[in-house]
C-alpha cells in the first residue's frame, strides 16, 4: 500500500487484467521492433509520430484497440480505467517507441469534453484510428513562459475568424496534419480573452520555419497571414479557450513524460558503473561512484511515487494540476541530474556523442545532457511548474 493522497492508501499494484495486458504490450513491442520506429536511447520529449514507419506503428496500436481506451464508448473508446493508457504509454516510452499523447490524451480528450458536434465527428475517429497528427501552438516570441499573455490576432470576420501573427517552439509543425493554436479572440481581457482553433497545417496562410534546439530536435516557429478558420473550428465556447489550454497542459505534463525513459537511463548508468574499471578498479567499489549511483536511484524511486499521484489523481476523474506540475519539475531536473553525474565519473570519454565507437554507452548520456535541457522546457517551463506549485498547492500569493 502506498500512500499516494494526503490522507489515503491507494493499492498501487496492477490487478491481474491488468498485469496481461502488460505482457501483451511489451510481447507486441518486442515483435515491432525497429530501428525506424523505435529510438534505442529515448528522451521524454523525443518519441514523435515524424515519419512514415512511425504513422504504421500508430496504426497498428489502433488496429489492437489501443487507441482511446479510456475514451467513452460513444466516440469508438473501451471505458477502460485509464490505469491501460498509464500501461501502454509507460511500455512505449520504455521501448522508444512514438506514443499517442497529443492526439488522444490532449486534443481528443479536450474535443470529448468541450468540443462541438462537428469536431467530434471528424477528430474523434481519426485519432482512435491512428490517422491524424496534431501540433500544439501556445509559445510566442513575446510572451516567453506567460503563455496567457499571447498576442496571435483572432479577428471575426463572416463564418469565421481571420488569424493573423507568430507562434514559436511548436515541434510538431512540420509533419502534423492540424494545428491546435489559441489566439487572442478579445485584446481586452487576458486569460478570458483567448480561444482554441484547430487550423489546417496545409492552409496557405502558414508558413513554417525550422529552429533547431540543443538538443538536436526540430521545433519551429510558424507565421499566421490572413488564415480563416471557419466557426466549427473553434474549440468550445470563444474566450473560454485559456481554460481549456489549461486543462489540456495537465494532461499534457502527465501524458507527455512518462517516467519510463528516466528508467532506462538509471538502469544504462548502473550497468556502467557495475561492469565498468578504472586503473584496473571497479568502479562500483569507489565511494563517488556509489554515491551518485544510490542517488539516481533513490530519487528514481522518488519521481515515481509522484506520477502515481498524478495518475490516482487522475483515475478519479480530478484534473492533477498540482500533481502534475510536480512530478514534472522533479522528473525533469531529476533527469539533468542524472545526465551531469553520468558525465562526471565518465569523465572525458562521456563527451563523445553518438556514433562515436569510443563513447561509453553509445554516446548516450551526452545526447541527454543536451537534450534534458528541451525536456525542462516543454509542455511549461520549471518557472511555471514552481509558480503553480507555489500558488495553487501551497496558498501562495502572486507577489510577496
Known amino acids: 500500500m502506498v500512500g499516494l ?19 501483451e504490450v511489451e510481447a507486441f513491442l518486442r515483435e515491432n521492433a525497429s530501428p525506424e520506429v523505435m529510438d534505442p536511447h529515448p528522451e521524454q520529449l523525443s518519441q514523435t509520430v515524424d515519419t512514415l514507419p512511425k504513422r504504421a506503428f500508430m496504426r497498428k496500436l489502433a488496429e489492437r484497440g489501443w487507441l482511446g481506451m479510456s475514451w467513452p464508448k460513444e466516440y469508438g473508446g473501451g471505458e477502460l480505467s485509464g490505469i491501460y493508457d498509464f500501461v501502454l504509454t509507460e511500455a512505449l516510452s520504455r521501448h522508444g517507441a512514438p506514443q499517442p499523447g497529443k492526439g488522444v490524451g490532449i486534443v481528443g480528450k479536450t474535443i470529448i469534453r468541450h468540443g462541438n458536434a462537428k469536431l467530434k465527428e471528424y477528430f474523434l475517429p481519426r485519432i482512435i484510428r491512428g ?16 503563455a496567457a499573455s499571447m498576442q496571435l490576432q483572432a479577428k471575426k470576420v463572416e463564418g469565421g475568424w481571420k488569424l493573423d501573427g507568430h507562434k514559436i517552439w511548436t515541434t510538431s509543425a512540420h509533419f502534423a496534419d492540424w494545428y491546435w493554436v489559441g489566439a487572442r479572440t478579445d485584446p481586452d481581457e487576458k486569460h478570458g480573452g483567448i480561444t ?16 533547431w534546439t540543443i538538443g538536436d530536435e526540430r521545433t519551429n516557429e510558424v507565421f499566421f ?5 471557419s466557426d466549427d473550428f473553434v474549440v468550445g465556447e470563444v474566450n473560454k479557450g485559456w481554460r481549456y489550454i ?25 550497468d556502467w558503473a557495475r561492469n565498468k574499471k578504472r586503473d584496473d578498479e571497479p568502479m562500483r567499489k569507489d565511494p563517488e561512484t556509489r554515491r551518485r549511483v544510490a542517488q539516481a536511484v533513490t530519487q528514481l524511486e522518488v519521481a515515481r511515487m509522484l506520477q502515481r499521484r498524478v495518475i490516482s489523481e487522475a483515475l478519479q476523474d480530478r ?6 506540475s510536480r512530478y ?33 554507452v553509445g554516446g548516450r548520456f551526452e545526447r541527454s545532457y543536451r537534450y534534458t535541457v528541451v525536456d525542462t522546457i516543454g509542455g511549461g517551463t520549471s518557472e511555471i511548474q514552481k509558480n503553480i506549485i507555489a500558488q495553487r498547492g501551497l496558498g501562495l500569493p502572486r507577489n510577496f
Request: proline residues 8%; contains cysteine; hydrophobic residues 40%.
Open 328 to 360: 514534472k519539475l522533479y522528473m525533469n531536473e531529476l533527469g539533468q541530474r542524472v545526465a551531469n553525474w553520468a558525465l562526471d565519473l565518465m569523465g572525458a570519454a562521456g563527451q563523445l556523442k553518438p556514433g562515436d565507437p569510443d563513447a561509453p
Open 5 to 23: 493522497l494526503d490522507g489515503d492508501d491507494v493499492n498501487f499494484d496492477l490487478k491481474p487484467e491488468e498485469q496481461d495486458f502488460e505482457h
Open 131 to 146: 490517422e491524424i497528427e496534431f501540433a500544439i501552438g501556445y509559445s510566442e516570441p513575446q510572451s516567453g513562459s506567460d
Open 225 to 229: 497571414d490572413d488564415v480563416f478558420v
Open 196 to 211: 482554441l482553433f484547430l487550423v489546417e497545417m496545409d492552409h496557405p496562410g502558414l508558413s513554417i520555419h525550422a529552429t
Open 246 to 270: 489549461c486543462e489540456a497542459l495537465d494532461l499534457e505534463r502527465f501524458a507527455m513524460m512518462p517516467v519510463g525513459p528516466l528508467e532506462e537511463k538509471v538502469a544504462a548508468l548502473v
Open 319 to 324: 484534473v492533477p494540476t498540482v500533481e502534475s
